[in-house]
């Protein structure tokens, strides 16, 4: 059984560009979140797709967008990056009612 | 509004010590509360969870954590550290309507482990 894979590892890109991050959920999983930590902060939710729906949404504005696949690999899409979107984006799949098994993340840093 | 409060920012305990974390939360209904552990530049892993039942509920690598609903608490133990226990601990509450929902995660308490 494979566990949450993420992809890429690291990215470095410039204000006002856009970015994909790429996630594959654990074998049996259908549910996806996606999570922003800072340095030294706690990981900050960003939404959840079960089945291919968005299940919920934190407190992040539009630019941030997602995606689930019918094999419930997701994307996060960020678009006109800023300087303070440099964060580690964590990836987390589960199955509805049980808890959450995280991905290594990607590191995005915004110059 | 839902929170996490982990008081401690930094902890410093001798090898072959006993741990305590703190985590305190707001959350209105039952609450799903979950301790994660995170090595610089990994993700998180899973130490132990609560649901329901026994409020004492015991994880992985040795750790135990105990559910104090007149407290609001979910404090983490280990009655001896081990040096690769070092690292930052996140205590987090599951918020959402019957099941984990979205994670509301606390600071973080990151563990120092002196020979």
């Known amino acids: 059984e494979t566990g949450v894979t993420q992809s890429p590892t690291h990215l470095i890109k410039t204000r006002g560009q856009q970015v994909t991050l790429r996630c594959s959920s654990q074998s049996g999983h259908n549910t996806v979140s996606w999570y922003q930590q800072a340095l030294g902060q706690g990981p900050q939710f960003i939404f959840q797709y079960y089945r291919e729906e968005e299940n919920g949404r934190g407190n992040f504005p539009p630019r941030f967008s997602g995606l689930q696949f019918p094999n419930y690999s997701s994307e996060l899409n960020v678009n006109a990056l800023e300087l303070d979107d440099s964060a580690l984006y964590l990836c987390?799949?589960?199955?509805?009612?049980?808890?959450?098994?995280f991905g290594p993340g990607t590191r995005l840093t915004v110059l | 509004a839902q929170s996490v409060t982990q008081p401690d920012i930094h902890i410093t305990v001798s090898e072959g010590a006993s741990l305590e974390l703190r985590c305190n939360y707001s959350y209105g209904a039952t609450p799903y509360l979950f301790w994660y552990v995170q090595s610089p530049g990994q993700g998180l892993q899973l130490l132990l969870k609560y649901f329901s039942g026994d409020t004492l509920v015991q994880g992985i690598k040795g750790f135990e954590a105990e559910f104090k609903r007149s407290q609001s608490s979910f404090n983490l133990r280990k009655p001896s550290v081990h040096w690769s226990d070092a690292a930052e601990y996140f205590c987090?509450?599951?918020?959402?309507?019957?099941?984990?929902?979205?994670?509301?995660f606390g600071q973080g308490t990151t563990l120092q482990v002196k020979p």
């Open positions: 987090a509450v599951g918020a959402g309507s019957g099941n984990t929902g979205k994670l509301i």
């Open positions: 987390a799949s589960s199955t509805i009612r049980n808890e959450q098994f």
